[in-house]
């Protein structure tokens, strides 16, 4: 894909002004535009932030500070963005980068998917914690979503919104057979093999409310009529089946692997919910089977009551696999929808339950 480049510098003296490093004039690159720039001023308390305008009015990103370096996922099509400086004496300077960007990318296919689920945690509490060291290193090496945000409160309706498409519930204690569209519909329907791989779930194929510390809450395929209603059930496994499977190369196409409360954060620590990552996720992401062309996706389903940001808080969402753009940091807005319609396009599946539809896959990771 090609990117062609002018380049206007505006409000630039001696002493003030932006300079972009990157996007370089006449260049060829793909999207997600990398952009790289910094700024000096004549004010004396210096810079106080910069940020990228895409359009008129459409400020995609801001970050403090005389620097910025990121990734923006652009479509197809030419913007007249602008890269602007703002100065702590109320004085701004900025540079005009028109760029056009030609085509987008794509998930690439992958033989195995796999969604473990986090609870109720702030992005700004677990990226760069120090509880949660390896979690933290997943997203240094990999990818990380920057401006993930949740859909709704209480947990139900995000992980109903990750499998269907739509928050159908907010209603924590609901334990009913539901009949909406789902993502196990749309497996079944292209010859996928799938499991929800629990822990604590004290049988195969148990549909039941809580077996603490398991919670049906958190495991949303066992809610579905194409599931609970048939053989599939047996799909429902408890956690303890994963290492085994992942060992005798009988993986799923498709694992959504739940932690039990203890281990997700919700009743226990960060530090324990990074602990048990470390154990159960890292020989997974070693093996010779995640490695060929496998994608991990890392998710929190809520932040903290308080932030109702987009519904349901800013999260963290991590992305990992051989084929991710290593240390990229997504400033795309994207919800549980988004990684919905990512995984079932990297399975090759042609269809999506409810809002997945619309949505566009996080193919600026690949």
Aim: net charge negative.
């Amino acid at each position: 894909m090609k990117i062609f480049f002018c380049l206007l510098t505006l409000s630039v003296s001696s002493f003030a002004g932006v300079s972009v490093s990157s996007p370089a004039g006449n260049s060829t690159d793909s999207s997600p535009v990398h952009f790289v720039a910094s700024s000096t001023t004549s004010c004396s308390s210096g810079v106080s932030s910069m940020g990228i305008y895409t359009a008129p009015y459409v400020l995609a990103y801001k970050v403090s500070g005389a620097s910025l370096n990121t990734y923006l996922t652009l479509g197809a099509g030419t913007y007249n963005t602008v890269i602007q400086e703002w100065d702590k004496c109320g004085g701004s300077s900025k540079t005009a980068v028109t760029i056009t960007v030609s085509g987008t990318t794509t998930v690439p296919a992958s033989s195995h998917v796999f969604l473990v689920m986090e609870e109720n945690h702030s992005y700004s509490s677990v990226i760069g914690s120090s509880s949660m060291p390896y979690l933290n290193s997943l997203a240094s090496k990999y990818g990380l979503a920057t401006q993930y945000y949740a859909n709704t409160h209480p947990s139900i309706g995000n992980y109903f919104m990750l499998t269907a498409g739509q928050i159908i519930s907010n209603d924590d204690s609901l334990c009913t057979t539901l009949t909406q569209d789902n993502v196990v519909r749309h497996l079944l329907t292209a010859g996928k093999t799938w499991k929800s791989y629990a822990e604590n779930l004290p049988s195969a194929g148990y549909t039941g409310c809580s077996f603490y510390p398991y919670v049906k809450k958190h495991n949303p395929l066992a809610y579905f009529s194409d599931v609970a209603n048939s053989s599939e059930k047996y799909n429902l496994v408890p956690f303890s089946k994963f290492s085994s499977d992942l060992a005798n190369h009988t993986l799923p196409q498709y694992s959504f692997i739940v932690p039990n409360l203890l281990h997700d954060a919700h009743d226990g620590t960060l530090s324990a919910a990074d602990s048990w990552l470390k154990s159960n996720i890292a020989p997974l992401i070693a093996s010779p089977t995640f490695q060929k062309d496998g994608i991990l996706m890392i998710v929190f389903d809520e932040s903290v009551d308080s932030d109702t940001q987009h519904g349901g808080g800013h999260v963290t969402a991590i992305v990992v696999g051989p084929h991710i753009l290593g240390g990229h940091k997504s400033s795309a807005l994207y919800q549980h929808q988004n990684t919905l319609k990512t995984l079932m396009k990297a399975l090759g599946l042609t269809s999506f339950p409810g809002a997945a539809g619309s949505a566009s896959s996080m193919s600026d990771f690949f």
